[in-house]
């Protein structure tokens, strides 16, 4: 999700409570700091670092899970690119975390040529030509 939001997101709880297990943070901020989305993708990167000391990761990006069945104690994954192709992955473990799948709204339909509405998912606020709407204090 913070890959593809716009860029001047923050967390809405403090930093500390948003992690991968119990990897601490390395940012030497207060506990009530509301973390940046950058400082977020740089701590992943560093949970991900952490993990990859405890087991091996192999990581599979424009690759798709389709199906995955239990033999014995090994995991044979059914995966599928986002070209077509397939791919068969056994592994000793699995762990699904694919997330919620939430879409962004769109900006509101209006009848009304005098209200614009606008998402910061479809139309940068802040930086964008609409940013002289926005009072906003830099």
Known sequence: MTFDT???VRLHQPHGLFTAGNIKWTLGEDR???AT????LAHFEHC???VEQRVQVEEYFGWALESHVESGNIMRLNCKSSDGRL???EAKRLIKASGFGIVPNGPLELSSTRVVSVSP????IVDGERSRWIPLTR
């Open 6 to 8: 716009y860029a001047y």
């Open 32 to 34: 009530s700091y509301l």
């Open 37 to 40: 989305k950058d400082e977020v």
């Open 48 to 50: 991900l670092e952490i």
């Open 87 to 89: 791919m068969i992955i």
């Open 121 to 124: 998912d479809f139309c940068d």
